[in-house]
């Protein structure tokens, strides 16, 4: 699937990506309104590695920094924290996108899960958040909300950058 | 390899020194316009809610009010009062007056967060309505935070129950002293209280004014639970705070006031915010 995406050129679709971006830290800031769980991925980093992974010709770190800094002001945590675990991804990312990009979906996904594992890992070093009983369990199952959420996330986003290129 | 180092400064930067103060401004200056919209479909939800209310229970509650404001303007004569007696007594004691007035402003909550990250709060009020990082917010019942970063129209506040907040409080029976440390979701540790102090349950903590950043005596938690173990010469005390942290739509923030200015009202926007002195 992903394949087939990406004889488009980034700036055919670069409005697309930013509304991308725009809508994902949206939604981020949504759930994290009131009581978050923490069992919902960050979607603004799973686009963020969906570009990456699907626009070759870019490394997107410097989007990585960028958003990271946006969550490190979002999250309250120290300025620059999230931005270096976005890094540290999307550099995972681009080293092995190429492999990545032949994956049938359900390996994606699978990838997808262990970034998300790479990143919950990553999170509790660096702020130890709190869990208590009822956090412990939805922290450490995100990873497979993750995998749950890449095949949506990428029908929806491969069928946009489609539609915005041939428009 | 420089977004990484850049990274790797920032966190450098904000750890060490205050000197991305006045850029997590500007970027909460960004992002401000992005919590209005996802708080949009909650204050949608709460105004339909609203518009539908019985028009009875209306009338019930303006009169609950009303007897409300009745009381709290007797109990106001009372602390004039006070205020003369006590200030007469530090002069006969020969002490300089402690008594400090604080300035209010009032704001309403736009957007909060209790997640195992952090737990703030988001308020309409900013910089060009002369709140600073510090200034402590409180409700109704008792203090809810402290002020850590403004914008020109919004601020934030960290709540006394996030990891990184420390209050020093006493306890208000024995005025026994100690700090007060967020430990996540919606609880509190006292700490540095000795195995020997007479702490009961259901004691309150109040703000005990040292550090000079909190004013003294107002309300902050009470204790819920007490441990004696280990070879710790501290008690483990558990504290739920006082205020409604997130059932609260609006919030005080007090400041230092200028001496010279005189008891005044003014209202300050069509919103019924009010600023008192």
């Known amino acids: 699937m992903s394949t087939k995406s990406f004889h488009i050129h980034l700036s055919q679709v670069r409005w697309t990506i930013i509304t991308a971006y725009f809508i994902a830290f949206i939604l981020d800031t949504m759930m994290l309104l009131g009581y978050s769980t923490p069992i919902l991925p960050p979607l603004t980093l799973l686009v963020l590695l969906y570009w990456s992974a699907n626009f070759i010709d870019r490394t997107h770190l410097f989007t990585a920094l960028l958003l990271g800094v946006l969550a490190d002001t979002l999250y309250q945590t120290t300025l620059g924290a999230h931005a270096l675990i976005y890094i540290i991804l999307t550099f995972l990312m681009i080293r092995h996108r190429l492999r990545f990009r032949t994956y049938p979906l359900w390996q994606q996904a699978f990838s997808i899960s262990l970034y998300m594992l790479v990143y919950q890992s990553l999170n509790y070093l660096f702020f130890s958040p709190v869990l208590d009983n009822s956090d412990f369990v939805p922290y450490w199952s995100m990873p497979a909300i993750g995998l749950i959420a890449w095949p949506f996330l990428s029908y929806f986003l491969g069928k946009f950058s489609h539609t915005a290129a041939h428009s | ?277």
């Open chain 2, 1 to 277: 390899m420089v977004a990484f180092i850049l990274a790797i400064s920032l966190m450098a930067a904000d750890h060490y020194g205050q000197l991305t103060g006045s850029l997590r401004s500007t970027l909460l200056t960004i992002i401000n316009p992005i919590e209005q919209i996802a708080a949009l479909p909650k204050a949608i939800y709460i105004r339909a809610t609203t518009d539908f209310t019985n028009i009875n229970d209306l009338q019930l509650k303006n009169k609950q009010l009303k007897t409300e404001l009745l009381l709290l303007r007797a109990k106001q004569l009372q602390l004039t009062n006070l205020k003369l007696e006590v200030k007469r007594l530090e002069a006969l004691l020969g002490t300089t007056g402690k008594m400090t007035d604080q300035s209010i402003q009032i704001a309403n909550i736009t957007f909060y967060s209790n997640n195992p990250l952090s737990q703030f709060l988001s308020i309409n009020k900013g910089s060009l309505k002369g709140v600073k990082s510090q200034h402590t917010v409180i409700d109704s019942k008792g203090i809810m935070g402290q002020i850590i970063n403004t914008t020109p129209t919004m601020s934030r506040v960290l709540l006394i129950t996030d990891p990184d907040h420390q209050i020093p409080v006493r306890v208000q029976r024995t005025a026994q002293r100690g700090i007060l440390r967020g430990t996540g979701h919606n609880t509190t540790q006292l700490r540095f209280i000795p195995k020997s102090s007479a702490v009961k349950l259901g004691d309150i903590l109040e703000s005990s004014g040292l550090g000079g950043i909190f004013p003294a005596g107002y309300p902050v938690a009470t204790i819920t639970a007490i441990q004696n173990e280990g070879d710790s010469p501290y008690l483990d005390i558990t504290a739920e705070p006082i205020a409604q942290l997130y059932q609260s739509h609006k919030v005080l923030i007090l400041s230092e006031s200028d001496p010279s200015s005189e008891m005044k009202s003014t209202k300050s926007d069509t919103t019924g915010d009010l600023d008192v002195h």
